[in-house]
């Protein structure tokens, strides 16, 4: 069974960078796009960056110019570097991918378990 593996989140002060990563667990035979959705307490689930096949991206206007998403095509892992991080970026972030696992026809809905980014002096 295919499933979706983040890291990196963490604490960090204001103004600072964390990295986090995504792959998958298990064979991929096509990703239509992978994306980075948050949820803070208290607000809606929204969409942070996505990052379609072949290389389109898209940002939440709140982290324009201060996130970027990239990927490794080889490695099937997607990235998102944070940088000048804010108190108001403190969310639990998780990975979503719209992919076809190796052996099937069907592209499938992926999230990962969720990674904790606390941004706090």
């Known amino acids: 069974q295919v499933q979706l593996v983040e890291s990196g989140g963490g604490l960090v002060q204001p103004g600072g960078s964390l990295r986090l990563s995504c792959g998958f667990s298990?064979?991929?035979?096509?990703?239509?796009?992978m994306g980075w959705y948050r949820h803070a307490p208290g607000k809606e689930r929204e969409l942070v960056a996505i990052?379609?096949?072949?290389?389109?991206?898209n940002y939440a206007d709140t982290v324009k110019g201060r996130f970027t998403i990239s990927r490794d095509n080889v490695k099937n892992t997607v990235y998102l570097q944070m940088n000048r991080l804010k108190p108001e970026d403190t969310a639990v972030y998780y990975c979503?991918?719209?992919?076809?696992?190796?052996?099937?026809?069907?592209?499938?809905?992926?999230w990962g378990q969720g990674t904790q980014v606390t941004v706090s002096s």
């Open positions: 990052i379609t096949n072949p290389g389109s991206k």
């Open positions: 979503n991918a719209d992919a076809t696992p190796r052996g099937s026809m069907t592209p499938i809905d992926l």
């Open positions: 298990g064979s991929i035979f096509s990703i239509n796009a």
